[in-house]
């Protein structure tokens, strides 16, 4: 509470503390930050209790600074609706208790709050007020908006780099069962996400009734810290089954937090965090047809309607692009199976 105050429709940072406003020697935090909390740990350090609670007590003043502002700019205005952009908005705890917080009767989260999103939101703003025709602002909720490549592309690559390949009648049936039989799934396919989040096309996919996956994938594949959770890829319909008050809960590009009922946490344990809630993705068939129908095939398979969804790629790196990118993050990872397109590579 040092580090920041807030007064009605305004917050302000203790300048004190921090360092980042200073271009000549330029640092996130100050000498006084670090005499507050201790030296900062390096990376290969373990990670301590005080770190831990020096995080959550982080989240909890966010959270109090913006849901100030949020009320605040509720008793102004009055909207029952609000759109909610900026990178504050990336942080999915913060954007569940929102939701559910009923201080506005429907709120809108875009896929790429963050600083990306301001050149769709530029355009948007300037058609607007420029030109007489009206969007589709369905379309525009669509999240896949970067490139996409074609089998014979695709094909041409395997053939360069002498890769055998498959290409199963019932794709979606095939992988499906790949990754009940415990397998780790790279799905790439047609045009990638914009913004930071895997959203179907190119993902990491697994088992989420394994209790060991998400060790493993953070372990063996991303190469991170253990405790970092997986989003739960849920269709759509089914989502009141497994998490709590979740009729009208939306989370379509993996951008708020829910907490799962208590009774369906033994089934899907690996994309369940330690407090009970999961990063859900709400799938729905109008948004992506080809990720619906491999975790419907899933579901037809073994009752569970989610897979564990994470995005293809290792720690520090960005997230794949291109068919190239995607085989060599395959053959440099511990990852089974490699689907581009129809076409799926195995070790």
Known sequence: KKTLSFNQNKYELNLNYFDF???????LFSKKFINLFGDPRKKIEKIKQK?????????????????????????????????????????????????????????????????PGNAIGSALWIHSQFSKKKLDYKKIQIPYLGDEYSKAEILKLLKKNKITFKSPKNLFKYIANEIANGKVVAWFQGRDEFGQRALGNRSILADPRNPNMRNYINKIIKNRENFRPFAPAILDEYKNSYFEDA??????????????KIKAIKKIPSVVHIDRSGRLQTVKKNFNKKFYSLIREFNNLTGIPILLNTSLNVDGEPIVK?????????????????????FVIKK
């Open 21 to 27: 406003y200073n271009f000549d020697d330029r640092n």
């Open 51 to 115: 770190h831990f609670d020096i995080a959550a007590a982080a989240q909890k003043i966010f959270e109090e600074t913006i849901f100030n502002k949020l009320k605040y700019i509720k008793k102004k205005y009055n909207n029952k609706t609000i759109c909610l952009t900026g990178g504050s908005f990336m942080n999915s705890l913060l954007n569940g208790k929102v939701e559910k917080s009923k201080i506005f009767k429907k709120i809108f989260i875009p896929f790429s709050p963050d600083d």
């Open 247 to 260: 009729n009208k809960f939306n989370s379509n590009y993996m951008e708020k937090i829910n907490y799962f």
């Open 322 to 342: 291109t068919p190239n990118d995607a085989i060599k993050n395959f053959f440099s990872s511990g990852l089974d199976v490699l689907v581009l397109e129809n």
